[in-house]
């Protein structure tokens, strides 16, 4: 498929992790003709063995790349014209509490990857639905940072966590051709996670495309200190 070519440019699989989003599932789909041509950028390792998800439901994915525990969940589901929701589901919910303890347990800094904003200011018809159950579970188990697109603006907010607030951070889209009121032109964001003896220092740099020059250029950055979670 196209998006598996597009992939492969970018790096091999186990370079690059990939979440799905509502764009990927406006309608039913044919799993094999779809998702699965690119399914190997979703394979998660460490506990959650490492192997490609086998189908629209088998999520989430763990992913561990040094100290850090990528947990990549599908919000995509099929949606009725005019909408562009997201939901996770009950059981899917409950994979991501049990990886979130289990990686808490080991000391790693995870990182929650969700399409669709799980909070702060989103359209009815573009919401998470279940991101209240999502919150829930972030309250009671913790994360270090969520991670999510689908709004194609800046934000950083926060989600409750057992010990301190969870920094929740989205960009905009990185194949945006122009801005659009407050969605600007293409950016993306480079995360570095270093530990420290109190939790974790994450710095963000965001990119963005200059149209004069035709290439992408730092436009700011900032530093957050992170505890770690007792959970």
């Known amino acids: 498929s196209a998006a598996a070519r597009w992939l492969a440019e970018l790096g091999p699989a186990e ?36 192997r490609p998800p086998a189908d629209f439901e088998d999520f989430p994915f763990l992913r561990l790349r040094g100290p850090v525990a990528l947990i990549g969940t599908s919000s995509a589901r099929p949606s009725p014209p005019g909408f562009a929701s997201g939901r996770l589901g009950a059981e899917q919910i409950e994979r991501v509490a ?25 359209a009815w018809r573009k919401r998470l639905v279940d991101a209240q159950a999502l919150g829930d579970v972030i309250r009671r188990h913790g994360a270090e940072i969520v991670l999510h697109g689908h709004d194609h603006s800046f934000s950083e907010l926060a989600l409750e966590g057992p010990d301190a607030p969870v920094p929740v951070f989205g960009v905009p889209s990185a194949s945006a051709a122009e801005a659009h009121g407050r969605r600007p032109q293409a950016h993306y964001g480079i995360f570095r996670i270093e530990p420290t003896k109190e939790g974790w220092t994450l710095e963000l740099r965001h990119r963005g495309f200059d149209p004069a020059a035709g290439a992408f250029k730092e436009t700011a950055s900032l530093t957050r200190h992170l505890p770690a979670s007792s959970g």
């Open 15 to 50: 370079d690059v992790t990939v979440i799905p989003g509502n764009h990927d599932a406006y309608v039913s789909l044919d799993w094999s003709q779809t998702w699965q041509k690119w399914s190997e950028y979703m394979a998660g390792d460490g506990e959650a063995g490492g």
């Open 98 to 122: 049990a990886l979130l303890k289990t990686t808490r347990e080991r000391g790693l800094c995870r990182v929650v990857l969700v399409h669709h904003p799980p909070t702060g200011p989103i």
